[in-house]
């Protein structure tokens, strides 16, 4: 029963995520290549823009290797948030089918930007480790426990938002302003070796920079000082995926479908 269910499952979300990526992108040109193509143009755009403003290397960090470590993870939390704000209204039709829930649209979502920010993670770090400006890993698991983490900390922050923008309308036109916010809260365009040690434990109570310093911990090694607590990045991504569940789950009742 337990496996049936599973199976099923899994067979609705990836029929979602197909079907989002005919919407989204179309069947013709690049088509669902722009899943990958996206991020990587504005990722590698933002690293051409900071090459021809600021130095090659700051602190001791190249800077292509660090906008590729930090703007992936900045791509892959504002994605999450943006289509989880928008995947409910986007699929109302949807929902006239029985074994469809909002909670489908909102995992199919996240799954997909999830898969498309890694395949253009993976694509940049070759990229640049082609033209040496980046060495291979030197902590392979740090690298992809604190890439899970951001994803899950990104997905449950989506969660939320568009559980509290399923009850108030309002909540669509703050949730921009609010993903602006976050950039400096995220600590992708900064180390947190870099601020004041007077404020760096305080700092550090914000989950998304616990993620960001693994995963620059596991990409740099013992070349940069990172800080970061593992226990507290796992246990805030639980908490906020369950809290963003249940929001989600209590605000079913708004929703109209005509």
Not at 69 to 88: D, P
Not at 99 to 106: D, K, N
Not at 115 to 144: C, E, K, M, N
Not at 174 to 183: D, G
Request: charged share 10%.
């Amino acid at each position: 029963m337990s496996r049936f269910f599973v199976v099923r499952q899994s067979q609705i979300l990836a029929a979602l995520m197909m079907r989002e990526m005919a919407t989204r992108y179309g069947r013709r040109g690049l088509g669902f290549l722009w899943v990958v193509g996206e991020p990587l143009i504005f990722c590698f755009g933002v690293i051409i823009m900071w090459l021809l403003i600021r130095q090659h290397n700051q602190h001791g960090v190249g800077v292509a290797p660090f906008v590729m470590t930090g703007y992936m993870c900045l791509l892959l939390l504002r994605h999450c948030i943006s289509f989880s704000i928008s995947a409910v209204g986007s699929n109302l039709g949807l929902l006239y089918h029985r074994a469809l829930g909002p909670l489908h649209l909102h995992i199919a979502r996240c799954i997909l930007e999830f898969a498309g920010a890694t395949a253009a993670f993976i694509v940049v770090y070759v990229v640049l480790f082609a033209f040496r400006q980046v060495g291979l890993p030197h902590d392979w698991l740090l690298l992809y426990t604190g890439w899970m983490l951001m994803w899950l900390m990104a997905m449950g922050t989506g969660f939320i938002l568009s559980g509290l923008a399923m009850r108030f309308e309002i909540m669509e036109r703050i949730v921009p302003v609010l993903t602006y916010a976050m950039i400096p809260l995220s600590g992708v365009f900064f180390m947190v070796d870099w601020i004041p040690a007077s404020v760096r434990e305080r700092y550090l109570f914000v989950p998304f920079p616990n993620a960001v310093e693994m995963i620059r911990s596991g990409v740099f090694g013992e070349f940069v000082i990172t800080h970061y607590n593992v226990f507290y990045a796992l246990g805030s991504s639980i908490v906020m995926i369950l809290l963003g569940l249940l929001l989600i789950k209590s605000a079913e009742g708004y929703i109209e479908v005509d």
